[in-house]
Structures are given as structure tokens and as C-alpha cells.
């Protein structure tokens, strides 16, 4: 093999060397781009008190320390709301160790109809460690505009009589109490886990 071969392979594996290095270092300093609204909150929304689904009484200050991840929705919801419970309970294991430091509650916007024995029989189903919580109108409706939540009653024909129309995303708040992403409804459960990996190095 003459010298100008060699020189030449030699110029072009050092050419391609600095092209991966370049590409290596360009995936690293890229920001990381989230599949929710990044929210910029400096205080947090306020605290809450509402009865879990074993009727205990809680604040949602007593989860100060974890990462706390909030759904409004109904166990009625024929769509929208077992989708999201679904994806949810999918990206609990794929958290691995992290998992224990994220708490995620189902709020219910149906407290005529979600007692505590339903919404624990329906939030566990989707996870063990989900927590339904539900309360009188009134607790709900505190609970639910500090972050912006909308429901309202819609009646339909049928055996269920009424449905709730409501916001479908899920809000997520760091270990301080302040909202950090909004995730927007159709994130996948590998999609959240990303997501929660990234927001809790």
C-alpha cells in the first residue's frame, strides 16, 4: 500500500474520529426537550386537604420530600381518564429505584359518586401505591384551582346519567411543593419515565 493510501485512510478515519466526537459531544450539551410544558414556578400553589381512599384525612403538604405527581379525573371516566391511569401505573416500574420517591394521587372531580371505597378499588388496579383522594365539593374545588383544573357536570342518556367534563393533563410538582412539568394528555408511559429520570438527577 503506498504512502499517499495510507495517508489518505489515515486523514479519513481521523476526519470520521471528529465527526462522532463532535456528534457525541453535541448530543450531550443539547437541552433536554420534555414531552410537557416546562412550568418555572418559584412558590409553590398552595396546599390542600382532601380524605384518601382508606378515609384518612391528608394535606398534600405531608408529601414534602417527594416528587408528587397530581391527576384530576373521575372513576366513571370511559376514556380519557383509565388511558392516562394506565400509562401511569406502566411508568412506575420503569423507574426502577427512583420509584419510591414519587407519589402519584388520583383527585377525583366526581365526589358524589367516588367514594373512598371506589377510588381505592380503582386507582390500586392501575398501581398499589396510587392513592385515590376525593372530599366534599367544596375541598375539591380548593384543591383543584390553584392548579388551573377545570370539571364540569355534563348529563347523558343512560345508566350513568352524568359524565365529567374535565382537564386531562397531569402536573407534576418537585420535592418542594412547586409545579415543575404538565404533561399533556397521550404522553406514554416511556415518555413520563424519561421525563421524571431527567427531572430527578
Not at 450531550?28 to 382508606?54: A, C, I, K
Not at 397531569?170 to 404538565?182: K, M, N, Q
Request: net charge negative.
Amino acid at each position: 500500500m503506498s504512502k499517499k493510501v495510507k495517508w489518505i485512510i489515515g486523514i479519513g478515519a481521523v476526519a470520521i474520529l471528529l465527526f462522532g466526537i463532535a456528534y457525541l459531544l453535541g448530543t450531550m450539551l443539547r437541552p433536554y426537550s420534555y414531552h410537557g410544558n416546562v412550568m418555572q414556578s418559584t412558590e409553590p400553589p398552595g396546599d390542600f386537604t382532601l380524605t384518601d381512599h382508606n378515609g384518612n384525612r391528608m394535606h398534600l403538604s405531608d408529601y414534602e420530600g417527594k416528587w408528587v405527581i397530581l391527576y384530576y379525573g373521575y372513576t366513571f371516566c370511559p376514556d380519557v381518564c383509565p388511558t392516562t391511569m394506565m400509562q401511569l401505573g406502566r411508568m412506575m416500574p420503569l423507574l426502577g429505584k427512583k420509584a419510591k420517591d414519587v407519589q402519584v394521587f388520583m383527585i377525583s372531580v366526581d365526589p358524589q359518586r367516588d367514594t373512598p371505597e371506589r377510588l381505592k378499588e380503582y386507582v390500586t388496579y392501575f398501581h398499589p401505591d396510587f392513592i385515590g383522594l376525593t372530599g366534599t365539593p367544596e375541598e375539591v374545588a380548593d384543591a383543584a384551582a390553584p392548579f388551573g383544573i377545570y370539571y364540569k357536570k355534563k348529563e347523558v342518556e343512560g345508566a350513568s346519567g352524568y359524565l365529567m367534563d374535565h382537564t386531562a393533563s397531569v402536573t407534576i410538582l418537585d420535592p418542594d411543593g412547586r409545579v415543575r412539568l404538565i404533561w399533556p394528555y397521550g404522553v406514554t408511559a416511556e415518555e413520563m419515565a424519561e421525563d421524571m429520570k431527567h427531572l430527578m438527577r
